[in-house]
C-alpha cells in the first residue's frame, strides 16, 4: 500500500520567513495529493491540493509543488504569520483512500 | 465544514462496553470516511463507504464496525475488541468525481476515552 513520509516533524519560523514541508511518497499510481492544517483540537482543514497532472498550484501566500519522477511534494508558505501556526499534514490517494504524512507542527514566532 | 456533523464531541467508555459514534452529512456527498488520530499522528482510515449499504475496511479496521443504511449517515461502533480505543475520531466525506479523487471534508471529531 501507500506510505507517506513528512519532514519536518517541527518547524520553527520567524513571522515573515518562509517555511517548507515535504514529503515523499510510495504508490506510483497515486494521483491526487492534498495538504490540510489543523490547530489544535479541530478539525483538519484543505488549504490546497495538487493533481498529478500540474507541478505546481498557488494560493495567496500557500504553494505546492509535485515531482512525479521523485515521488515528492512540497508545501510552501511565505510571508508565514502567527495564526499560520497549525499542525500540517500531507496525504496522497492510493485507489481512492488517503494516506496521511505523521505531521508537521509549525510555530511562528513574532 | 457545517455540513458534517458528529456527536458527541466527548465520550467515554466502560471496560467490555461497545460505544457508538455518530458522523451525519447534509452535503449529498457519496463517501464518507472515519479516521483515528492519536496525539502527535497522522490519521488513519478505518472503515470507508462509496454507496449506501457497502463499505470496506481501511488500515485499522480491527475492532470496529460501521453501518451504511443511508448516504447521510455513517456511524461508526468501537467494539470491546479494541483494547486501546482512547483517540480523537474523525469521519469525512467527499464527492466522487469522474474526473478523479476529490477533496474530503471533515467533521469536529469526537474525543473517546476509556473509564
Known amino acids: 500500500g501507500e506510505n507517506v513520509e513528512q519532514h519536518p516533524s517541527t518547524l520553527s519560523v520567524q513571522e515573515g520567513d518562509s517555511a517548507v514541508i515535504k514529503c515523499t511518497y510510495s504508490?506510483?499510481?497515486?494521483?491526487?495529493f492534498p495538504w490540510y492544517k489543523q490547530e489544535l483540537g479541530k478539525r483538519p482543514q484543505l488549504i490546497i491540493d495538487?493533481?498529478?497532472?500540474?507541478g505546481e498550484k498557488k494560493d495567496q501566500r500557500i504553494a505546492v509543488t509535485l515531482n512525479k519522477t521523485a515521488k515528492h511534494f512540497s508545501l510552501h508558505i511565505t510571508e508565514t504569520q502567527p495564526e499560520d501556526s497549525a499542525v500540517y499534514f500531507c496525504?496522497?490517494?492510493?485507489?481512492?483512500?488517503?494516506?496521511f504524512g505523521a505531521g508537521t507542527q509549525v510555530v511562528v514566532t513574532p | 465544514d457545517g455540513g458534517i456533523t458528529q456527536s458527541p464531541k466527548y465520550l467515554f467508555r466502560k471496560e467490555g462496553q461497545n460505544v457508538t459514534l455518530s458522523c451525519e452529512q447534509n452535503?449529498?456527498?457519496?463517501?464518507m470516511y472515519w479516521y483515528r488520530q492519536d496525539p502527535g499522528q497522522g490519521l488513519r482510515l478505518i472503515y470507508y463507504?462509496?454507496?449506501?449499504?457497502?463499505?470496506q475496511k481501511g488500515d485499522i479496521a480491527e475492532g470496529y464496525s460501521v453501518s451504511r443504511e443511508k448516504k447521510e449517515s455513517f456511524p461508526l461502533t468501537v467494539t470491546s475488541a479494541q483494547k486501546n480505543p482512547t483517540a480523537f475520531y474523525l469521519c469525512?466525506?467527499?464527492?466522487?468525481?469522474?474526473?478523479?479523487?476529490?477533496?474530503?471534508?471533515f467533521g469536529d471529531g469526537t474525543r473517546l476515552s476509556i473509564l
Open positions: 463507504s462509496q454507496i449506501v449499504n457497502d463499505f
Open positions: 469525512a466525506s467527499s464527492i466522487l468525481g469522474d474526473s478523479g479523487n476529490q477533496p474530503q471534508h
Open positions: 504508490d506510483s499510481a497515486s494521483n491526487y
Open positions: 495538487i493533481r498529478s497532472n500540474v
Open positions: 496525504a496522497a490517494d492510493s485507489w481512492g483512500k488517503l494516506q
Open positions: 452535503l449529498n456527498h457519496d463517501a
